[in-house]
């Protein structure tokens, strides 16, 4: 069945980096372009970035620009998040969503979502 | 902070029919730019409601209607069920941020 599975969070300190990966199945990974989503504890959604379908372009929330970067690779089906110079308000759970273009981009596909939490 | 204004919470009783609000900007629902509305059950992931303004996804019941006009956009629960008793958000794309954007979140309880 289609299904995004995230990995990679864990507990950091502020300062340092962590990389989140999206592992995707059921559906063609390369037709479609992915979001990540984060969002803080007792918090609202928060539109993290997003990569076209063949990484040619991304674009970043100001929160994060300069600081994350989305990557994917087509080859294994998967979407990755390198975070740097993390901040205690990067704490928060992050999900991966599929962007359907025929839905008028709405995020039809989201992962279950894996947990950053940024303390010291 | 967003740039989608909704509601903190909204209720009702089984059976009534309660709305969401969903006010934005000439950068993003007066824009053109389609909404979308999500449902987020506790401690799980958010799911897509009504998509491209007023279409509903294969599952969703037809209680569930959205709505859009001008810089603002709303969410229809018609007849609420306990099922219903959930977290919704909104979400467009802003050009003026060259980003999407979701709504501040709206709590239904069910009464």
């Known amino acids: 069945q289609v299904q995004l599975v995230e990995s990679g969070g864990g507990v950091v300190q502020p300062g340092r980096s962590l990389r989140l990966s999206c592992a995707a199945s059921?559906?063609?990974?390369?037709?479609?372009?992915m979001h990540w989503v984060r969002q803080a504890p007792g918090k609202g959604l928060e539109w993290v970035a997003v990569?076209?379908?063949?990484?040619?372009?991304?674009y970043y929330a100001d929160s994060v620009k300069g600081r994350f970067t989305i990557s994917r690779d087509n080859s294994k089906n998967t979407l990755y998040l390198q975070m740097n110079s993390l901040r205690a308000e990067d704490t928060a759970v992050y999900y991966c969503?599929?962007?359907?273009?025929?839905?008028?981009?709405?995020?039809?596909?989201w992962g279950q979502g894996t947990m950053v939490t940024v303390s010291s | 902070q967003s740039v989608l204004t909704q509601p903190p919470s909204v209720s009702g009783a089984p059976g009534q029919r309660v709305t969401i609000s969903c006010t934005g900007s000439s950068s993003n629902i007066g824009a053109g730019y389609d909404v979308h509305w999500y449902q987020q059950l506790p401690e799980t992931a958010p799911k897509v409601v009504i998509y491209?303004?007023?279409n509903r996804p294969s599952g969703v019941p037809d209680r569930v209607s959205g709505s859009k006009s001008g810089t603002s956009a709303s969410l229809a629960i018609t007849g609420l069920q306990a099922e219903d008793e959930a977290d919704y958000y909104c979400q467009s794309y802003d050009s003026s941020l060259r980003g999407y954007v979701f709504g501040t979140g709206t709590k239904v309880t069910v009464l």
């Open positions: 059921g559906f063609i990974f390369s037709d479609y372009a």
């Open positions: 491209g303004n007023n």
């Open positions: 969503a599929r962007d359907y273009h025929d839905w008028g981009d709405a995020f039809d596909i």
């Open positions: 990569i076209w379908y063949d990484g040619s372009n991304k």
